[in-house]
């Protein structure tokens, strides 16, 4: 038998199989996710077949029964490919192709398929070919046409023991490759993300397909790929958004998220998610006409735990209003009060959103008194630009400025030759509402403010 491995599941026939164990994910409609994703490979759905169970059977996931089942069912709809909704071994792999004659994906191979096919950006190409490499190399023994790419010409036949020992090595040191090329990259993001933290950024994060891109672009008028397939981004892009009462503020996108996500592909992911990771405000969408919104609101968080960031300031973003269930949607409003329902299409509720967005902004801004010296233009420019003044007083050659600041900005103004004492309460205008515990004094120092911290991003 020679199963054709090179071409994931695109334009294919594909028979769906979903195994329900008592503690797996259940979904309303099993499958139904699945079927999503094989669609956005770009494959035909031409068949469905679904067991519960109380464990996988070791040799083939599926039971005898349901086995027969599913080689009648291929043969019948002459199917190309079986997508698996659970993740199998590679043993479980090879059994089930030996009896069905076709090739078998499970739910994370398809994942990292339309990963493949997705990725443009250099830094996503690599993550994803890690992941793959990862995934694969435990799997080598029916890979190998895949690595005949990689490697050797075509025309080669099965692999003896000495082929895939050289295989194995040759993957081995490509996985090192990947990883020191993405270290670069991630730490060169870093440098990247960091240098603009003069300016507020929000990032947003959600399930794949909730809408984040199209949200993106309605508030930014940027041009950024949406689409109604899983998966449409795979890379970030960061615009410049400006709220009204506000001022511009950075808004950035990222890949969507999905449950179970694959581990290594979270990690490989580390790059694309830095904008995320040092984000002052999270805006996790949610598409709020999807029956399984809450399932997929769980995972998202999941998601963030294992980034590290689930602890950030986040503001719930209902999407897609327009198409959702007015009762859905005051369930799940009473369930996550402080949630903003909006829908990127129509543009209803963007306003609130930009209201709720600079409201939690205003949480990071203190009241702040600023001491310099008279002739410190810049440092007064700095202030203007990413706070309020409220009132100046000169004495002699000093000033002080009543201002109303980021917090995290505190550090940098005192670097530029200045006293700053913070206020303990502020009385709450248009920016205000931080509150601080104690007056907090820090040290006038000599680093004047340099150019770059003064830069300007976007
Ligand atoms: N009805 C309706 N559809 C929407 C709304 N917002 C987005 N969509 C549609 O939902 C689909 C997914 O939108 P995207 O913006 O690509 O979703 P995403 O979250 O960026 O998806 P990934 O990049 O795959 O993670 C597209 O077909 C959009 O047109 C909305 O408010 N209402
Ligand atoms: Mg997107």
């Known amino acids: 038998m020679?199963?054709?491995?090179?071409?994931?599941?695109?334009?294919e026939s594909a028979v769906l199989v979903g195994v329900q164990l008592p503690d797996s994910h259940e979904e309303s409609e099993p499958l139904t996710e699945l079927a999503g994703l094989v669609e956005s490979a770009g494959a035909e759905i031409v068949g469905r077949l679904h067991q519960r169970r109380e464990a996988p059977d070791p040799a083939a996931y599926l039971g005898k029964g349901k086995l027969e089942s599913l080689q009648q069912m291929v043969a019948a709809a002459e199917a190309d490919v079986i997508v698996f909704d659970n993740d199998l071994s590679p043993?479980?792999?090879?059994?089930?192709?030996?009896?069905?004659?076709?090739k078998v994906l499970d739910r994370t191979e398809?994942?990292?398929?339309i990963f493949s096919t997705r990725a443009q950006t250099h830094e996503a190409r690599l993550a994803v070919e890690l992941a793959q490499l990862e995934y694969s190399l435990p799997r080598l023994?029916?890979?190998?046409?895949?690595?005949?790419?990689?490697?050797?010409?075509?025309?080669?036949?099965?692999?003896?023991e000495k082929q895939l020992e050289t295989d194995r090595r040759l993957v081995e040191r490509r996985i090192v490759d990947l990883k020191r090329d993405l270290e670069k990259v991630l730490r060169r993001k870093e440098r990247e993300v960091a240098a603009?933290?003069?300016?507020?950024?929000?990032?947003?994060?959600?399930?794949?397909?909730?809408?984040?891109?199209?949200?993106?672009?309605?508030l930014t008028a940027g041009e950024v790929y949406a689409k109604d397939q899983l998966f449409a981004t795979l890379d970030t892009r960061t615009r410049r958004w400006r709220l009204p009462s506000w001022g511009p503020v950075l808004l950035s996108d990222t890949v969507g998220f999905i449950r179970d996500l694959p581990h290594r592909l979270i990690a490989s992911f580390k790059a694309t998610l830095?904008?995320?990771?040092?984000?002052?405000?999270?805006?996790?969408?949610?598409?709020?006409?999807?029956?399984?919104?809450?399932?997929q609101i769980k995972a998202v968080h999941s998601v963030l735990a294992e980034i590290g960031i689930d602890q950030k300031d986040t503001l719930l973003v209902l999407n897609k209003a327009d198409n959702a269930d007015d009762k859905q949607l005051a369930v799940i409003e009473s369930r996550y009060p402080g949630s903003v329902r909006v829908s990127a299409h129509t543009g209803d509720g963007l306003d609130r959103l930009e209201s709720a967005v600079s409201e939690a902004l205003s949480q990071g801004f203190v009241e702040a008194d600023v001491v310099t010296a008279v002739g410190n233009g810049k440092l007064f420019a700095y202030l203007a630009k990413h706070g309020e003044i409220l009132s100046r007083t000169f004495n002699e050659d000093r000033v002080a400025i009543h201002c109303r600041v980021p917090k995290k900005y505190l550090g940098r103004i005192a670097a530029?030759?200045?006293?700053?004492v913070v206020r303990t309460a502020s009385d709450s205008g248009v920016l205000g509402g931080g509150n601080v515990d104690g007056g907090i004094v820090l040290p006038a120092s000599d680093n004047a403010l340099s150019d770059s911290a003064m830069d300007d991003v976007a």
Do not use: C
């Not at 043993?91 to 076709?102: D, F, G, H």
């Open 196 to 218: 603009r933290s003069d300016r507020m950024t929000v990032s947003l994060v959600g399930y794949t397909n909730a809408g984040k891109s199209t949200l993106l672009n309605r």
């Open 416 to 420: 530029g030759d200045a006293e700053v």
């Open 141 to 160: 023994k029916r890979m190998w046409t895949h690595l005949s790419r990689l490697k050797m010409g075509v025309g080669m036949r099965g692999p003896g």
């Open 110 to 113: 398809l994942i990292l398929d």
């Open 2 to 11: 020679e199963i054709d491995r090179k071409k994931g599941v695109h334009s």
């Open 274 to 295: 830095e904008e995320a990771r040092q984000a002052d405000l999270l805006l996790h969408v949610a598409d709020a006409s999807n029956p399984a919104v809450f399932d």
């Open 91 to 102: 043993a479980q792999v090879r059994n089930l192709e030996q009896a069905t004659k076709v």
